[in-house]
């Protein structure tokens, strides 16, 4: 397993983790099988938003014993008041359903505490100008929540949320098709099987790809829901693309994202786990994904999508990686944090290793100008 760190937290969380919402129908002793088989093979996140008792029992069933080798996500705000996941603001609802949570899962912290679903001007009001707020940071103090977080869906509310300094986290839904929609889509009416092709407009949508530099500049983690579009991007009559992509592609494509530090999968059956974690073992040309998209170029054209289908390098340099810090020094600018000059300095090879070849630029199928791309790393970053 491969494990990174959660923002600014020290905390490393598997690069694979576990969605909740798949974990509500199994009987827990599959529950419980398939927790286990993620543990035992390294996976160590698990989201649990969902706000129904048993599930949370059992998912607490699961992990006893075993607490301290799993990092949860817990939410502030999800209920089932009215239907499933509703969502409320009332703080002493919220409370009520946070503390339940403890109990259920037998706990008394939980590691991420999420703000959740804030993905309006008004959610984000209501949670951060409001008593709630007040409210996590007091958890956080206690050491009932170890770090805060939202879970969201829009990237101009996710974009403020991270702009508030007080986050270390995000959940939020990548895919590649979503990431070519309309920022102010609805994502839920998206995963109606009709609508995603009818939304779908095959450009990279701006606003998505500066969120995710955003969070890597000022170090707050990603974590991934909705990795498989639902499944529709393994559905060769679903998917918006010409062909349907591959369980490990999409992992490859939400952990190819800037600031992303898990790509949580929704598994109900241990068999699923298991062909998820089959992405580690995955080769490079199995997990590429350039395929797949790259008869989308609109905005992609010139743009780096970090998918690695131009190596070999006969320098060895990770051009996706060097042209990810690149693509995050220009967030701000001028003065790039130390934290981003840190991570380029940490790769094997940089920019100045290039020896203008140019076989990265025939074999990009996004017309990336790398050479260039490499000369400019060099001179933001030195080396
Ligand atoms: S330069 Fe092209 S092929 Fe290489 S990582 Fe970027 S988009 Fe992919
Ligand atoms: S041009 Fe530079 S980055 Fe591209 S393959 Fe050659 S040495 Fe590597």
Do not use: W
Not at 89 to 97: E, F, H, S
Not at 174 to 201: G, R, V, W
Not at 301 to 320: E, K, S, T
Not at 356 to 375: D, H, L, Q, T, W
Request: glycine share 8%; aromatic share 8%; proline share 3%.
């Amino acid at each position: 397993m491969e494990y990174r760190t959660v923002g600014k937290t020290g905390i490393n969380a598997s690069v694979i983790g576990l969605g909740g919402e798949s974990l509500v129908e199994p009987p827990a002793k599959e529950v419980e099988d398939i927790i286990a088989a993620a543990l035992d093979r390294g996976v160590n996140i698990i989201d649990v938003f969902m706000p129904g008792r048993e599930v949370r029992g059992k998912i607490g069933r699961a992990v006893k014993g075993r607490r301290d080798k799993v990092l949860i996500q817990g939410h502030i705000g999800s209920t089932d008041i009215h239907e499933q996941n509703d969502v409320s603001r009332d703080l002493a609802t919220c409370k009520k359903y946070f503390e339940s949570l403890l109990t259920d899962l037998g706990t008394d912290y939980i590691d991420f505490g999420l703000f959740f679903f804030v993905d309006t001007p008004d959610d984000f009001s209501k949670v951060f100008e409001g008593g709630l707020l007040d409210y996590a940071l007091t958890l956080k103090r206690k050491g009932v929540i170890r770090a805060l977080g939202a879970s969201c869906h829009n990237s101009e509310t996710a974009r403020r949320i991270v702009e508030t300094g007080l986050v270390d986290l995000i959940m939020f839904s990548i895919n590649p098709a979503f990431d070519m929609t309309p920022a102010e889509s609805d994502i839920y009416e998206l995963l109606d099987d009709a609508k995603l092709k009818q939304n779908f407009d095959f450009h990279i949508e701006r606003s998505r790809a500066s969120l995710y530099r955003l969070c890597a500049e000022r170090e707050v983690g990603i974590t991934v829901m909705k990795t498989l579009c639902a499944g529709k991007l393994l559905s060769a009559d679903l998917t918006p693309f010409s062909g349907p992509m591959t369980v490990g592609q999409c992992i490859h494509y939400a952990l190819t994202r800037p600031a992303v530090v898990s790509a949580l999968i929704g598994c109900k059956t241990r068999e699923e786990v298991l062909e998820a974690l089959r992405y580690l073992d995955m080769s490079d040309e199995e997990r590429d994904y350039s395929s797949v998209i790259e008869h989308y170029q609109g905005d992609f054209r010139g743009n780096c999508m970090y998918c690695n289908h131009c190596l070999p390098c006969p320098a060895r340099i990770d051009v996706a990686a060097v042209s990810k810090y690149l693509d995050i020094a220009s967030v701000t600018q001028g003065r790039v944090a130390s934290s981003v000059v840190q991570h380029y300095k940490a790769l094997d090879k940089h920019g100045s290793d290039c020896i203008a070849c140019g076989s990265c630029e025939k074999r990009c199928p996004f017309s990336v100008p790398v050479i260039s791309n490499m000369r400019r790393a060099n001179a933001v970053f030195g080396l």
